[in-house]
């Protein structure tokens, strides 16, 4: 069913193959839309845009969850801001500019055509959310309001304080709430999709399970947007929600979608550091915190443990500042985590364990006034506070990397559909606009732009085709898919060992951080590989899972979890171990330039990576889809 | 640290429910509120018992996922701020502490500490929500804000539909949690198209759920982890009696 892997690229100029691609997609009238039933899973910013969006247009659509309620995905936690090519600080921005802003901080390895896509649409979100009442921040004359952040040297964020992706997020689930209101969707919080079903090579539907009841239930469509999010919970610690996870996804990867790039993951530099064995997750420090805190460690070891303020200037080391002059503290995420993570290893970090560097705000306050940062930053000093103990206003903060975001996920074409003909992927669940690292600010408006603007349009073009051919939820196809997820669940409850879930899950995480995260090299990648069946194997034979099938159940929901985490891990390690170059978040200790920068190999991997599954035990297959660029010049990434 | 947990445990909706002793050891300051309750799940998971249902998401405050009782209070005693962020520090070491779900009529009961609160989804399907289709905005910068109406309409915003505010209020009412939605949207410009009508259906449906009325306590913005004024409430008070009485004397 896969030939060679076409991304349905549309010809043309640059800034022109969108507008001539939506000129000549195919539409559905709209008293044929209601013939139509699509499922969107997921809630969050993606998924929650293209459900009400689909439902304006008329479309019949069914959205699902597992949270208690759509409002709760976790776009919720998002931050910092949303980038558009406004140019409303008059500082120069473009669509052009944040198209390459976006690819370079991508380290060249997306697509030209989607992320200038991403840019032209970028303003058209804005427009929408501002209708819809997103309380953006404003400048006292009524107008909005901008910031900077990372990988870019003009404001074009716009912020909703230190909430963006709460209101954001607020907006969607609001414009869902008028569909369902309206009759046009239906939401089935608490569910989770266990399972895809393919009828004649084309997605027709899912398997669900109620989380509140263990209810098993099929739903037939004509069409499947997965929406679900990123896997940053594989590594066991990371700021996703407890809940966030790769089962959908991977799911439908086992169904015969192409997982991309999965070895990409995020690590984000200013989260709070760990602070023991007991820890259930990490905090992210939102990154626009970088405009106005300086980062440091002590020059020499012998100052770790002195009290911040003792420490004399001519003793510290502003090492972003030092290493990276233009960009400074405002450095991109993969550069800023690698930095932090290279000075602890030399033995200079701060805190308990010696994993952290402080972000200092002394200098911010002292020119614009504590009442300032306040304003800026007050809500995020506050979370600080509540787990460190500690306030910020008067000591720097201690940061250091986590898990944060993943730009690998299911493989699209330029009409973000699968190679799976019917399964459309949006969002973060997707691998298509961030390349090798993501932009601060930039998943949100991913997000917003599949989902508004993108799907709508592209989806109807699948559909136009599929009148009529919905299968029936009692088709054989239905039946057998049900069958494999009940007895999946029948055997995780029959397993009774002795190891808990969380036990095995924090032992793959530890195992992935040392071996596939921020640096990693082929002999590490290649133990893990090892470790990690075996691994798989003990949860088998030792997991406890307790309590009934048919009930609310969280141990059982969270084994099913972590037994595809355990499957999942080890596709990361393999993608990882394949791609024989270093570019953007994933960094190969073997290829690094003299000055210990990424050193991408564009003659060999300027390349999609996109794995088949061929079986349970069997190696997946790769499939290439190599990166043209006609616009964009390939240079390394310099922000010195 | 040590603790001597009272929990409510309820195997489901139709099961009366009862409060079970427990005992937690060795607990670090540092462990937050929820990560104490894992350690406890982990404990009764190896004594072959089954865990405790508790729901929780991002652990960060800003889900509204997580809905503890604490010692009679919603989200414990680290105001503002939900469970999540309450750290065990806060308590003194051998303290005795209750554990209950919030306790609402209209937040039906799941399973030991998980409630049911879709009757707030119901309060904006009813109206929370400004209609603008995608695709149809204007410009964004068309419509100045003022930049006071646009900073209060986001204190409206702020709100995480946690339900604590109904879980402490002596009425069981959601009125800071619908007036915070009722505010947010009828500060803004864009708002005003529906200002009347969503007013009224809102309190329609609120009052539909079985929420009771504000009697002036003030204990729902006491325990509000995002601080939603109770000025709200007056607000909304307003924008109501302003729509009845334009309604009646538009007929």
Redo the contacts between chains.
């Keep these: 069913m896969i030939g060679t892997l076409d991304a349905k690229i549309p010809h043309g100029l640059l800034n022109q193959k969108w507008c001539s691609h939506r000129d000549h997609l195919r539409l559905v009238s709209p008293n044929n839309r209601r013939k139509f039933e699509i499922i969107v899973v997921g809630s969050g910013l993606a998924g929650a845009?293209a459900a009400?969006?689909l439902g304006?247009l008329g479309y019949r659509v069914r959205c699902i969850c597992f949270?208690?309620?759509?409002?709760?995905a976790?776009s919720?936690?998002a931050q910092g801001g949303i980038n558009a090519a406004?140019n409303?600080q008059n500082d120069g921005d473009s669509i052009y500019r944040l198209f390459y802003d976006t690819i370079k901080g991508g380290d060249f390895r997306s697509r030209e055509a989607n992320v200038y896509r991403l840019a032209e649409v970028s303003n058209?979100i804005?427009?929408?959310?501002?209708?819809?009442?997103v309380?953006?921040?404003?400048?006292?004359?009524?107008?909005?309001a901008n910031r900077s952040f990372g990988g870019a040297q003009v404001s074009r964020t716009f912020y909703?304080?230190g909430?963006t992706g709460?209101?954001l997020l607020?907006g969607c689930?609001?414009?869902l709430?008028?569909q369902?209101?309206a009759g046009t969707l239906r939401?089935f919080?608490h569910t989770e999709m266990l399972d895809l079903v393919i009828v004649d090579g084309q997605a027709k539907g899912l398997i669900t399970r109620s989380l509140?009841s263990g209810k098993i239930e099929r739903h037939a469509s004509d069409a499947v947007v997965l929406a679900t999010g990123g896997y940053g919970n594989v590594y066991y610690l990371s700021t996703n929600?407890?809940?966030s996870n790769v089962t959908a996804t991977y799911r439908a990867y086992k169904r015969g979608a192409l997982f991309a790039n999965p070895c990409f993951t995020q690590i984000h530099p200013t989260c709070i550091p760990v602070?023991?064995e007991?820890?259930?997750?990490l905090?992210?420090m939102s990154e626009s915190l970088r405009n106005d805190g300086r980062v440091w460690v002590p020059k020499r070891n012998v100052d770790r443990d002195k009290p911040p303020g003792e420490i004399s200037e001519a003793d510290r080391d502003y090492y972003l500042e030092r290493k990276y002059p233009s960009y400074g503290n405002l450095s991109p995420r993969d550069i800023s985590s690698r930095a932090a993570k290279e000075v602890c290893d030399e033995g200079l970090g701060v805190g308990p364990g010696g994993r952290g560097v402080y972000l200092d705000f002394a200098d911010a306050i002292k020119r614009l006034g504590e009442e300032t940062i306040r304003e800026r930053y007050g809500n995020l000093f506050e979370?600080y506070e509540?787990?460190t103990?500690e306030n910020a206003y008067k000591v720097p903060m201690r940061i250091y990397p986590a898990v944060h975001y993943t730009m690998g996920g299911l493989w699209v074409d330029y009409n973000l559909m699968s190679n799976v003909p019917g399964l459309f992927v949006i969002g973060e669940a997707n691998f298509s606009d961030h390349g090798a690292n993501r932009l601060g600010a930039s998943a949100l408006m991913q997000g917003l732009a599949d989902g508004?603007?993108i799907l709508?349009y592209t989806l109807p073009n699948y559909l136009a085709g599929q009148m009529g051919k919905r299968p029936s939820a009692d088709s054989p196809e239905f039946q057998q898919a049900e069958r494999e997820v009940r007895t999946r669940i029948k055997k995780l409850l029959e397993v009774d060992g002795k190891r808990?879930l969380?036990a095995i899950h924090r032992e793959l995480g530890h195992l992935l951080w040392e071996k596939c995260g921020m640096s990693r090299h082929a002999k590490g990648l290649q133990e893990a590989l090892t470790k990690i069946p075996e691994l798989r194997e003990e949860f088998w034979r030792n997991v406890?899972v307790?309590?009934k099938d048919e009930?609310?159940n969280?141990?059982l929901e969270r084994a099913g979890r972590v037994a595809d985490f355990l499957e999942f891990a080890e596709l990361m390690c393999i993608d990882a171990l394949a791609r024989n170059e270093s570019c953007g978040a994933h960094f190969r200790q073997e290829y690094q330039t003299p000055e210990g920068e990424a050193l991408r190999d564009d003659e060999n991997h300027a390349a999609v990576f996109a794995w088949e599954f061929k079986g349970d035990g069997e190696p997946p297959k790769l499939h290439c889809e190599p990166l043209h660029f006609e616009t964009v010049h390939l240079t390394q990434r310099s922000y010195k | 640290m040590n603790f001597r947990l009272r929990i409510w445990r309820q195997p489901?909706a139709k099961t009366t429910g009862k409060v079970v002793h427990y005992d937690v050891r060795d607990?670090?300051p540092?462990?937050?509120f929820?990560?104490m309750l894992?350690?406890l799940n982990?404990n009764l998971?190896?004594r072959?018992?089954?865990?405790i249902?508790f729901?929780?998401?991002?652990?960060?405050?800003?889900?509204?996922?997580c809905s503890l009782t604490i010692n009679g209070e919603a989200h414990g005693p680290?105001h503002p701020?939900a469970v999540c962020?309450l750290?065990m520090?806060k308590f003194r070491d051998g303290a005795t502490i209750v554990i209950e779900p919030f306790r609402v009529g209209s937040f039906p009961i799941?399973?030991d500490l998980?409630i049911?609160?879709?009757a707030?989804?119901r309060i904006?399907?009813?109206?929370?929500?400004?209609?603008?289709?995608?695709?149809?905005?204007?410009?964004?910068?068309s419509i100045?804000?003022?930049?006071y109406d646009?900073?209060l309409?986001?204190e409206a915003?702020?709100c995480?539909?946690c339900g604590a505010c109904a879980a402490a209020c002596p009425n069981g009412s959601a009125m800071l949690f619908t007036s915070a939605k009722v505010s947010?949207?009828a500060l803004?410009p864009?708002?005003q198209p529906e200002r009347e009508s969503r007013v009224l259906k809102m309190v329609q449906a609120m009052d539909a759920a079985g929420f009771g009325n504000c009697t002036n306590t003030y204990e729902c913005e006491a325990v509000c982890p995002a601080e939603i004024s109770v000025g709200f409430i007056a607000k909304l008070n307003r924008e109501y009696a302003r729509a009845r009485l334009r309604q009646n004397i538009g007929k």
Excluded: W
């Design positions: 845009s009400a969006t304006e949270q208690d309620s759509p409002r709760r976790h919720v936690a406004k409303y058209q804005i427009d929408q959310c501002v209708e819809q009442g309380p953006f921040a404003r400048e006292y004359g009524g107008l909005l909703a304080r909430q709460q209101q607020l689930y609001q414009a709430c008028r369902i209101a939401m919080p509140r929600a407890r809940g602070s023991g007991h820890q259930s997750k905090t992210l979370v509540k787990i103990g508004y603007f709508p808990s969380d406890r307790l309590g009930d609310y969280q141990s | 489901n607990i670090s540092n462990t937050s929820l990560e894992d350690i982990q998971l190896e072959g018992e089954e865990p249902a729901d929780s998401d991002c652990r960060e405050g800003i889900c509204g996922t680290d701020g962020e750290y520090r799941v399973k998980v049911d609160r879709s707030l989804d904006v399907q009813a109206g929370g929500f400004i209609s603008a289709r995608a695709g149809s905005a204007p410009e964004a910068n100045p804000i003022p930049k646009a900073d309409a986001m915003a702020a995480i539909g947010h949207l803004l864009h708002g």
